[in-house]
């Protein structure tokens, strides 16, 4: 007699796992946001042009693009929870590193160019390692939820990420100590990031697969568990949940397709997140440039770092009130977010191009920012609702390795094209939007298709 399948039964997160989870995001993004407060003054005070500072990021970038699919295919198999610490490890100690140099930049003990050299070095280990972390968070959250209820439950993460931004730039002026002086931020969250990296080894649980060819071996013929696997895969194949061990693993490693980046399910997804994200990368790279020239603060460096941190904070209030506030309230789905979320942002950049006061260029970013809040979440979560469950590692890989992209060589871009003409470098920012507002007109699913459960 064959053994019946195991019966699907839909799986939820429990609060405590959520909350680490959200942790794991914000730590990360706080970390970044207040890195970037202060980045233009201490270029400011190295006497670097504002362009090598947007470049220094640029190798971590790439990395970022390069290693993100690579550690998200590998959590398919490893386990979720192994690539969140290794993320955890490259985010603190490249804090930790970068910190040091800095530091010994500003005080005058190496010259600034090899300050940069060594700053660009150091931030890579956040691209090399970093990048294991988010796609296995998103891969967790996304396996694990009900397809009616991913567009939601991926906004409460992405919204880890705004909820980062506001407490970076809240806590980085706070952090600048007499002995660290600027460093004092890189300095603070290398501590909490390794904090998080302990909490996560001790709260989550093991999720690694239990038997190293598990999903693939058979039985002896006619036994009875092969077919009960291959009912598995059945279930798998057509995106319904598998009910795991204890060990909550929630994955058939050995049986997950190889999702290709031309697959015409993502496809639109996929340029849509390109484009809006080198537009989001440009204005953040601008930003704080921007609030030095129009509030005079070139020659007063530590000054300029209160501004700058309130303009990204104010942002990140917006990207939180999209996330927290309207998808969940309009029940806004993927497609209807990315299109609303470009239209809000092309609006607020041109508020904030001509933004002569703090309040004007506040409001100018939030306002953008409230775009781009409802943009990630909504090609996010469109990515992951267009192909099944057993694809969610690898699809959550291409989402962070685009996410990455965005950050190679667009903010440098914008800095230059800022500093060469201020209506090219703004016209470029808009135009990014307006074929994202083009193409997901055209191209992208409707909500009610990328929400219908799939039996």
């Known amino acids: 007699m064959t053994a019946a399948a195991p019966q699907a039964r839909p799986r939820t997160i429990s609060r405590g796992r959520l909350v680490l989870l959200f942790t794991v995001m914000l730590v990360t993004a706080a970390g970044n946001t207040a890195m970037q407060s202060v980045m233009p003054s201490i270029g400011t005070a190295l006497g670097v042009s504002d362009v090598w500072i947007s470049l220094a990021y640029s190798w971590s970038a790439i990395l970022w693009v390069t290693c993100a699919p690579i550690w998200a295919k590998r959590s398919d198999r490893r386990g979720r929870k192994a690539m969140m610490a290794l993320g955890l490890v490259g985010f603190a100690s490249s804090m930790a590193l970068c910190g040091i140099v800095l530091w010994a930049g500003l005080a005058g003990l190496i010259p600034a160019l090899w300050t940069l050299v060594l700053f660009a070095l150091c931030r890579s280990l956040y691209g090399l390692l970093g990048s294991a972390a988010p796609p296995a968070v998103q891969a967790y959250v996304a396996s694990r939820t009900p397809r009616a209820e ?26 600048i100590f007499p002995l660290v002086g600027l460093t004092g931020p890189f300095i603070a969250f290398a501590a909490v990031g390794l904090a998080t990296l302990i909490a996560l080894r001790l709260r989550l649980p093991n999720d690694e697969p239990q038997f190293e060819a598990r999903g693939r071996a058979f039985d002896a013929p006619y036994g009875n568990s092969g077919s009960a696997r291959e009912a598995r895969r059945s279930d798998a194949a057509a995106g319904d949940p598998i009910e795991e061990e204890d060990d909550d693993s929630g994955d058939l490693p050995g049986d997950i397709p190889d999702l290709l980046w031309k697959d015409r399910r993502t496809w639109g997804w996929y340029v849509s997140g390109l484009l ?27 000054a300029g770092a209160g501004p700058v941190g309130i303009v990204l904070m104010v942002g990140a209030v917006a990207t939180l009130l999209a996330q927290w506030g309207l ?17 809000l942002s092309i609006a607020g950049v041109a508020l904030f191009a001509v933004g002569g006061d703090l309040h004007a260029i506040a409001l100018g970013f939030a306002i953008a920012s409230l775009g781009f809040g409802l943009f990630r979440p909504g090609f996010t979560a469109g990515a992951s609702l267009a192909v099944t469950r057993p694809e969610q590692g690898q699809v959550s890989g291409k989402v962070a390795a685009i996410n990455g992209a965005s ?11 800022y500093g060469f003409s201020e209506t090219v470098a ?14 997901g007109w055209r191209s992208l699913q409707a909500d009610e298709d990328l929400t219908q459960e799939r039996r």
């Open 327 to 343: 998808i969940p309230t309009l029940h806004m789905g993927p497609r209807s977010a990315t299109l609303w979320g470009m239209a």
């Open 426 to 439: 703004f016209g470029v920012v808009i135009g990014f939007c307006l074929s994202v507002l083009i193409l």
């Open 407 to 417: 950050y190679v060589y667009a903010p440098a871009l914008g800095v230059w094209l």
């Open 276 to 302: 809006g994200g080198h537009a989001q990368a440009m204005i953040l790279g601008i930003s704080g440039f921007l609030v030095l020239d129009r509030l005079g603060l070139r020659d007063d460096p530590m």
């Open 150 to 175: 991913r567009t939601q439950a991926l906004s409460l993460i992405s919204s880890s990420f705004g909820l980062g931004t506001v407490v970076g730039p809240a806590l980085a002026p706070l952090l």
